[in-house]
């Protein structure tokens, strides 16, 4: 069976945001039993775990033997296994990756600027001076984004794919400010992406290992 690491404790903040809920997500989809190796504080930074991730983060994913980290490799390992998160035919299977890299490279990047500077020094001075710029930025990235949808209801049309998945993980990242919502396409889009019976599986597992920890 397949196990996915994720932490058996975060702060409230975290809660629902940790990259191990995008694995959880797609075994969600793909219709595939996983179990979780929970981590305590330290454990990430024992040897054994940085054998299998260098960097001491979650999720690894484990199958017999194998062992895969970084949330985009695993959703598209899992995804080979699903034509819900990538579609058989190559060209809607190329635009399904080539969504999920946006996520990574071209709009999280962005989110992560601003959502670090609101989370962790919001009340240093420098952080005060940089969020707007930060904020602009993002911005111009998610006009983008949102142009880009036009009336579609997903990435590619009218399937959900993998690029979904994970775009919608990315934008959920700062639900603490309505920088994204505040655009009705991209506001429905996440609302549409999350109220997947297998997001709510998802999300509702990580939580419940929380509150078990609590």
């Known amino acids: 069976m397949i196990t996915i690491s994720a932490f058996r404790w975060v702060p409230d903040f975290a809660q629902g945001q940790v990259r191990d809920l995008r694995a959880r997500w797609a075994l969600e989809e793909a219709g595939l039993p996983y179990r979780t190796r929970l981590l305590?504080?330290?454990d990430q930074d024992k040897p054994d775990y940085r054998a299998l991730q260098p960097f001491g983060q979650v999720p690894i994913l484990e199958e017999d033997g194998f062992a895969l980290f970084e949330s985009g490799a695993i959703v598209l390992y899992v995804g080979e296994?699903?034509?819900t998160l990538l579609p058989k035919e190559p060209q809607a299977r190329a635009r399904a990756t080539q969504w999920l890299i946006a996520a990574l490279n071209s709009i999280?990047?962005?989110i992560m600027d601003v959502?670090?500077?609101?989370?962790?020094?919001?009340?240093?001075?420098?952080?005060k001076l940089r969020r707007p710029g930060a904020v602009e930025f993002a911005q111009r990235r998610l006009g983008a984004l949102s142009k880009a949808f036009g009336d579609k209801p997903y990435l590619d049309g009218d399937r959900f794919t993998a690029g979904d998945l994970m775009m919608t993980t990315v934008l959920?990242?700062?639900k603490h400010a309505d920088i994204v919502t505040s655009d009705r396409r991209l506001a429905a889009y996440i609302e549409r992406c999350t109220a997947r019976p297998a997001f709510k599986r998802a999300f509702d597992a990580q939580i419940a290992d929380f509150k078990l920890a609590a």
């Open 172 to 174: 959920r990242i700062l």
């Open 115 to 127: 959502a670090r500077i609101d989370i962790f020094y919001a009340d240093q001075e420098w952080a």
């Open 81 to 83: 296994r699903s034509e």
């Open 108 to 110: 999280e990047p962005f």
């Open 40 to 42: 305590d504080q330290g």
